[in-house]
């Protein structure tokens, strides 16, 4: 990273990148969720990051959103040494009530609880939004917790997760996709269809 870049003067490594041209425009938002993590007052962000990531939300033009997470946001469970969004519902709340807000194709990059899935969430507003969780490259765990959000059974073998974006007139169509880190294997693949965005 350039020593003239922003992010060296914030207190976090948060920052985002623009790429595209107008019509297939993607904003990559790679959030810090360690640096003002207070698990006493359920704070993850920050104020002064929540009020960057509202800014860096509202004034894009994208046609698609990607947010990196080093945490799950969608599982219903934390705890136990199992970390996630789940312990942070206001933080978690203020983020769902961002999106619905604006109304954008989004799609949540996540890890660390080293399975795979993809989910599917209904936004206050009714809007979709998608999570691809892929965990780990070099091990993984056969935990067994419930979703209600999963669009298909996990992924417990190696894995890693893959984005192929379709640009269309009225909309992208992101096809979602866990594949194998030891074969040419696609173990799981869900599409999102933004095309004409529209409520659940």
């Known amino acids: ?117 993809v989910s599917r969430i209904t936004l206050p507003s009714g809007l979709p939004l998608y999570e691809v969780m892929s965990s780990g490259l070099t091990h993984t765990f056969g935990l067994h917790l419930p979703n209600p959000g999963a669009l298909s059974r996990r992924v417990v073998s190696k894995n890693y997760g893959l984005l192929k974006i379709e640009w269309t007139q009225s909309g992208p169509l992101v096809r979602m996709q866990l594949k194998s880190t030891e074969e040419y294997a696609l173990y799981r693949e869900h599409v999102a269809d933004f095309r004409s965005l529209r409520p659940c």
């Open 1 to 117: 990273m350039p020593r003239g870049a922003e992010v060296w003067g914030r207190e976090g490594v948060y920052q985002s990148f623009s790429i595209g041209q107008p019509g297939q425009k993607v904003l990559i938002v790679l959030v810090d969720l360690r640096y003002h993590m207070d698990k006493r007052r359920h704070q993850l962000l920050g104020e002064e990051q929540w009020a960057w990531l509202e800014q860096e939300i509202q004034a894009t033009s994208a046609n698609l959103v990607l947010i990196g997470s080093s945490l799950n946001l969608s599982s219903p469970y934390s705890g136990f040494g199992l970390e996630g969004w789940d312990e942070y519902p206001g933080e978690r709340r203020r983020l769902y009530e961002l999106l619905s807000g604006k109304g954008l194709p989004t799609i949540i990059l996540s890890g660390d609880r080293h399975y795979a899935e």
